[in-house]
């Protein structure tokens, strides 16, 4: 059941993508680079959206020519460094809420006091996600998906305040 809720929340978030005329990579890509890739590299930008290092030139190719990012050369000039637009911080923060929005439609239904559970196991739950992939790394293995927080809101989280569970969860590993 917890599978199928996930493909519930994930399918409705594709669905917004492609209202806005995104795949779900373009729109991770814009949501990960608001916060967690701010003004990062292609390097960077691979390993946050788990994709090849190809893989994330043709999204940054892709992002770039529809006017939502800009590349600049760095000191070494060996690399680059990927920048929202107006217009791109505008459409990452709107893909932001659609991703909120999918999440909310399902607990729209819980009463307070469902919510607090629910989100202590989710806590829970997120801890062990954490810990697992982080023995993974440690085996030299690299988890599907890049970063965790790769569709999150470093605000509703609380991560600047170290109230996020995941970050709680890394550090206390």
Do not use: K, Y
């Not at 209202?19 to 991770?28: H, K, R, S």
């Not at 790394?137 to 927080?149: D, F, V």
Request: charged fraction near 25%; charge should be positive; aromatic fraction near 2%.
């Amino acid at each position: 059941m917890l599978n199928a809720l996930a493909l519930g929340i994930t399918d409705a978030f594709d669905d917004a993508c492609r209202v806005e005329g995104l795949d779900g990579t373009e729109a991770t890509a814009l949501i990960a680079l608001l916060d967690i890739a701010h003004a990062g590299s292609i390097r960077r930008l691979s390993f946050v959206l788990g994709v090849t290092h190809s893989g994330a030139v043709r999204v940054a190719d892709r992002l770039e020519t529809r006017g939502w990012i800009t590349r600049a050369a760095v000191r070494d000039l060996r690399s680059v460094e990927l920048r929202l637009t107006p217009a791109g911080r505008q459409l990452g923060r709107r893909m932001r809420r659609h991703r909120e929005d999918a999440s909310m439609h399902v607990l729209a239904g819980l009463a307070s006091q469902e919510q607090a559970v629910l989100t202590a196991a989710v806590e829970s739950m997120l801890a062990r996600v954490v810990a697992h992939r982080l023995e993974l790394r440690t085996e030299g293995l690299m988890p599907s998906g890049g970063a965790l927080c790769r569709r999150c809101d470093f605000a509703a989280c609380g991560r600047a305040s170290g109230r996020c569970p995941a970050q709680a969860a890394t550090s206390s590993t």
